[in-house]
């Protein structure tokens, strides 16, 4: 028998030319490994998933059973959570999230902030793990709040993946001075006003793929000091949309690129925010980017009128290059597609707008808008003097060719508001039209294995994958039956003659010569692509995929008064601490309603 079994997503073409990204980033052992250090369970401290009892000192506990390489286990079921959980000084470990938590207490800071950790994996193996804040408790009347649901903070090696949050009471997930990182398959849901950001970013060599925010703030956006950040294919479904800022005083951002990013009835596109300041944003590419329904679309305001001036002539913005945008705006004469508006006493060059079709979707003109903006492209100036000079406006009337986009199927027609409790929803396949996501989600790939496990086990063969890739590299004849152990984490594969290691890239396929007693035995964890220059790599790594066993009974319908009944899953650095300010701020939707919101500051 002969088989062959590949990674869909990372054998498509993966984007290495501009790529940013400097090494390898996720964890550097498997999830597999880490369990088979320790595995601590919360249930076996104390946990109970009766959406009563507090998860918080269990977690702890947990964690710290495990704090030098081990995976935590919070298994299916339903848990309330009143006390927050700090992970500090981690190293080798991972955080299995396969149950739902729910907020039940009113503090402030972070539900769970893991920090100073290094080699750590947040997962979860059937891709419903999800922390739902229930933000709405607070929103519905005002009531001013800092809670945020997941923090990593000076983590470096980590990979966050398969995992939901929902309604957060303020932010939803922060990487703070992080490295080496990925987030990918990640679906946020939260309330319809300022202040509850998506998916905030500071750090270095960060990679950021295949995500779904529903806000109306934040989608995915880079902070300072940030360097090295690769973002894309992100789904803004109803958010505030992409950004970087706001920026202020000694700002240090280079080596951004944000690639294959739609945008649906959102605040902006992309937009870059500051009001004086100092320091520097350079090496930027912004590419492939389809719009519909937004107010605007690209937006650098350094004047931005939502957070005070700060001290400096205003950060210096050079070689920003937007490149393949189309789609429409909902306003295009009210807020023109293009808006460069840069520091007077610092004003930007080396700008490039190119490929940018966008059309208004109310009427039948629209303005570009560039002042103190230099280089090539629609308004922007020609020369090298970079003098201040003023905004005029250009009007057109004809609509630019090629500015016809796809749109998504899953494109919502109303917002969540925040008067009451939004849905848990399920994690995309899709998120940008007509792109794979690079890696499937950890459900599927579980049941992948499951089937492919169970079809060469009856044929005589032996499989164990990852959830990212298999690639058949040499043949291999195993003398005997292998035995199959299960975990919290995966069903392990392994020979009684041989024992193939999790931590190398070890692919063994019969050829057909060989007979039906040759086991074919697969395992690898990780591939490393090199950049276009040969001098770096950059590493996919993923956890074996999950089998999971329990024996809790099911959970008790007895909830606190906090936590409201279960509801049905839907199908379809210091900048980061500023508190939520409220500002009146007009939005058109793009269907004819304009709508005030609350902005928050950052």
């Not at 539900?111 to 100073?116: A, D, F, G, L, S």
């Not at 020369?383 to 009337?397: L, S």
């Amino acid at each position: 028998m002969y088989w062959s079994l590949l990674t869909l997503p990372l054998l498509a073409a993966i984007p290495i030319s501009n790529a940013q990204l400097t090494g390898s980033v996720g964890p550097l052992t498997t999830v597999a490994e880490k369990a088979a250090t320790k595995t601590c369970n919360v249930l076996d401290y104390g946990a109970v998933a009766d959406l009563s009892t507090d998860l918080g000192a269990p977690l702890v506990s947990a964690f710290n059973d495990c704090i030098n390489g081990g995976l935590v286990y919070i298994p299916e079921g339903s848990y309330a959570m009143s006390t927050w959980a700090t992970l500090d000084k981690g190293t080798g470990w991972a955080l299995q999230l396969d149950g739902i938590i729910y907020r039940n207490g009113t503090d402030g800071g972070n539900m769970i902030i893991i920090e100073h950790a290094s080699d750590f994996e947040m997962f979860s193996s059937n891709s419903a793990g999800a922390m739902q804040g229930l933000g709405y408790q607070f929103h519905a009347d005002g009531t001013s709040t800092t809670t945020r649901l997941l923090r990593l903070q000076k983590v470096t090696s980590f990979s966050v993946h398969d995992i939901i949050l929902v309604d957060a009471p303020a932010f939803h997930l922060i990487l703070d001075t992080v490295e080496d990182g990925e987030v990918y398959n990640v679906a946020i849901r939260g309330g319809n006003e300022g202040g509850l950001d998506g998916i905030d970013i500071a750090g270095s060599n960060v990679w950021v793929h295949d995500v779904e925010v529903t806000n109306k703030d934040e989608c995915v956006t880079v902070k300072s000091p940030s360097s090295n950040i690769l973002v894309e294919s992100v789904y803004c479904n109803w958010s505030g949309g992409c950004a970087m800022g706001s920026l202020g005083a000694d700002t240090n951002i280079s080596d951004i690129t944000y690639r294959n990013i739609y945008t649906w009835s959102s605040n902006q596109m992309y937009m870059i925010k500051s009001n004086g300041g100092s320091g520097t944003v350079q090496n930027v590419l912004l590419d492939n980017f389809i719009g519909h329904g937004n107010a605007y679309s690209l937006d650098i305001d350094t004047s931005w009128a939502e957070m005070s001036t700060a001290s400096g002539d205003g950060v210096g913005y050079s070689n920003i290059t937007i490149s393949n945008w189309k789609g429409t705006e909902s306003n295009g004469l009210q807020r023109g597609p293009i808006k460069v508006l840069c520091p007077a006493g610092n004003p930007c060059y080396d700008l490039t707008i190119e490929d940018f079709a966008m059309w208004t979707e109310s009427g039948d003109s629209q303005t570009y808008t560039c002042s103190n903006a230099y280089g090539e492209g629609f308004c922007l100036a020609g020369g090298d003097d970079h003098v201040a000079y003023t905004a005029t406006p250009t009007t057109v009337t004809v609509a630019p060719s090629g500015y016809s986009a796809a749109t998504m199927a899953a494109d919502l027609t109303a917002a969540f508001g925040t008067a009451s409790s939004i849905p848990i929803p399920t994690i995309p396949t899709t998120f940008f039209p007509g792109v794979t996501p690079y890696s499937a989600l950890a459900s599927a790939s579980a049941a992948a294995t499951a089937s492919f496990a169970s079809s060469a086990t009856s044929a005589g063969d032996v499989l164990a994958v990852s959830s990212l890739i298999v690639i058949p590299t040499g043949t291999f004849s195993a003398t005997s039956t292998a035995t199959t152990t299960v975990s919290p984490v995966a069903a392990s594969v392994a020979s009684a003659s041989s024992v193939v290691s999790s931590t190398s890239t070890s692919i063994f396929s019969p050829s057909p010569e060989t007979s039906s007693a040759s086991a074919t035995v697969g395992v690898i964890s990780s591939i490393s692509m090199p950049f276009a220059s040969g001098s770096a790599a950059v590493s996919y790594t993923s956890f074996l995929t999950s089998v999971v066993s329990s024996t809790q009974s099911a959970p008790s319908e007895t909830s606190s008064t906090r936590v409201p009944e279960l509801e049905e899953t839907e199908g379809c650095p210091s900048g980061f601490e500023h508190e939520s300010h409220a500002h009146d701020h007009v939005q058109d939707h793009g269907h004819g309603h304009l709508h005030r919101r609350r902005f928050g500051r950052h």
